[in-house]
């Protein structure tokens, strides 16, 4: 699993402010990204430990790595800690509809803690219910919550979302996409 | 007296004159930190044109923080204080490039700046208020710069006594009017004024790839916690915004254009929020 200090990014800030510096760490993030194997899913945990706040400009530059590219890797959080910190992250991600995955290390494995930013409702409602059953293709949505839907392309419509949300991830299994949440639920 | 950043037009036509005699009416002067980051750009600029006479005027009026802002700018690498820790009442930094920004000295300064502003008071609004000003500097990089490899020269300072705190970026570079006409969505605006409101009212930013700009929302949101008063100068127009609690006041003025922009915050821990004259212990 890729995994990239963001207080070992030069220059080094506990408090991250203005698109210079944010543009200066994507560089380093992309080129940390280009040097490793994608591997644990297409991850890339960005560890915010030592980081008391970041500020929207910088944010953008440094996340729109992720969120402009239309191919992995998917970044996870780990260790956002600091009141600021999380304060700028939500107004940041609430501003552009956005959201991440902050997740915690159990044994080598990140655990989901919470999710940063809004979710529209559909989209909240179909990550709950993916969060609890592990894993589910839109069928078997559907079918758990026929009343809910007309048809399965609004389950496969809204999981497809929750893909590129980057909360969601998923895999071909025959004629059929099993969805699951990026990091583990629990 | 020349303490009021929507003074800087009305030094900039002394400048123009061509006079050095015309610069003599700021001797003995009183000046805000603002007008002395001016004072100490357009030195600079006459001094690289070639009018040394003119330089020299500026240099012998001995204002406060004018030769400290001098030094600054001529001074070529890194930028290191003497204190980089320190909590002084008033220092400078100048940005010319995007390396003077990603120097640690960039991010040093402005945390000099919130512990000198907090005083000993630990408060998360002066952090706030030192990331305001590492927001402001990054600004002339993007947006007084016409390009990358076209940049200008700014100050950034700071100004802290017991009662207030005040910090100022300077710039001699193309000003927002022009810097929002870059963007397809601000090309069809055509004052100095109606630039600044759209900074100030619209989130107005020039960045093709951003829809709205952050660097001034969060100016007002950490100002909504202070006594503050915000001045804006680019062009030939100047905003002025008084934040009184929950009651902000906008007041704008026109006046000869000035090359260049600037933003300057004051903050009064009592009464009202204005420049005061800068005087270095």
Redesign the interface.
């Known amino acids: 699993m890729l995994k990239i200090c963001i207080t070992g990014l030069?220059?080094?800030?506990p408090?991250l402010?203005?698109?210079?510096?944010g543009e200066?760490h994507a560089e380093q993030v992309r080129a940390a990204i280009a040097a490793a194997p994608l591997a644990g899913g297409g991850i890339a945990v960005l560890d915010f430990g030592g980081v008391?706040?970041a500020?929207?400009?910088y944010l953008?530059r440094l996340l729109?790595l992720f969120f402009d590219a239309k191919t992995p890797p998917v970044p996870v959080l780990v260790n956002v800690e600091a009141a600021?910190l999380v304060e700028d992250l939500e107004d940041?991600l609430s501003?552009k509809g956005r959201v991440l995955v902050v997740a915690h290390e159990v044994r080598n494995e990140l655990r989901l803690s919470r999710l940063l930013g809004r979710m529209d409702g559909a989209a909240a409602e179909t990550f709950q219910e993916l969060a609890k059953l592990k894993e589910a293709t839109a069928l078997q949505l559907y079918e758990r919550h026929r009343e809910r839907t007309t048809n399965q392309t609004a389950w496969n419509n809204r999981l497809v979302q929750l893909v590129n949300l980057g909360v969601a991830r998923r895999r071909r299994e025959g004629r059929f996409w099993i969805y699951q949440p990026t990091v583990t639920t629990n | 007296m020349f303490l009021d950043a929507p003074k800087v037009p009305e030094i900039h036509r002394l400048l123009e004159s061509g006079r050095p005699a015309a610069v003599n009416k700021l001797a003995n002067a009183q000046i805000s930190l603002t007008v002395s980051l001016f004072l100490a750009l357009s030195h600079h600029l006459l001094s690289r044109a070639g009018n040394v006479e003119m330089a020299r005027a500026i240099a012998g009026l001995n204002l406060s923080g004018v030769e400290r802002g001098i030094r600054c700018l001529e001074l070529d690498g890194p930028q290191l204080s003497a204190e980089p820790f320190g909590a002084p009442s008033f220092d400078l930094y100048r940005i010319g490039s995007k390396a003077d920004l990603l120097s640690d000295e960039w991010s040093l300064f402005y945390d000099r700046f919130r512990r000198s502003a907090a005083n000993g008071r630990t408060s998360g609004m002066f952090r706030g208020v030192g990331g305001v000003l590492g927001e402001m500097g990054d600004n002339v990089v993007w947006h007084a710069f016409e390009a990358e490899d076209r940049p200008c020269p700014a100050l950034a300072g700071f100004h802290v006594t017991p009662s207030f705190a005040a910090f100022c970026v300077v710039d001699w570079g193309q000003g927002f009017l022009r810097s929002l006409r870059r963007s397809a969505k601000w090309a069809g605006l055509s004052t100095d004024g109606d630039a600044l409101d759209a900074v100030v009212n619209r989130q107005a930013t020039s960045r093709p790839d951003e829809e709205v700009g952050g660097g001034f929302k969060q100016l007002f949101n950490s100002l909504l916690d202070f006594n503050g008063v915000v001045i804006l100068r680019s062009g030939s127009c100047a905003y002025r915004l008084e934040n009184h609690g929950d009651i902000r006041q906008v007041t704008v003025r026109e006046s000869s254009s000035t090359i260049g922009s600037s933003v300057t915050v004051v903050i009064a821990l009592h009464g009202s929020p204005l420049e005061k004259e800068l005087v270095i212990a």
């Open positions: 030069l220059p080094a800030n408090r402010n203005g698109a210079t510096v200066a008391e706040s500020s929207a400009s953008k729109s600021d940041y501003n």
